[in-house]
């Protein structure tokens, strides 16, 4: 498997918004080697309006990662949804299923 993508880690840091909430804001930590492939679209229903959602799956050596944290592909943001582990021996990979961002 070739990991030939570079990809951008954003993590989010959450502020307090003054308003009993929080605000969160994504700075970059870091970068990552992946193997990307894009999946079929998902449709959703924003507004009353039928939307595609572009789908993604990376695969990476293992490292830290939540799934609350973003990638940078190419042009895209991606929302990490799932990471799952992949392998039993060394080198351990990561399975990370995306989707393309809201409000990116």
Known sequence: MRLDKRLSILKPVYTDNGSGGQDVEYIEDGTLLA???ELEPTSASVRGKEVKIAKYEAVA???????DWR???ETHVLEVEY???IGGDPP??????CREARNA
Request: no cysteine; net charge positive.
């Open 35 to 37: 193997n990307v492939k």
């Open 61 to 67: 050596r293992k490292q830290e990662m939540r799934a």
């Open 71 to 73: 990638l940078v592909y």
């Open 83 to 85: 990471i799952g582990n």
């Open 92 to 97: 351990f990979y990561l399975k990370i299923s």
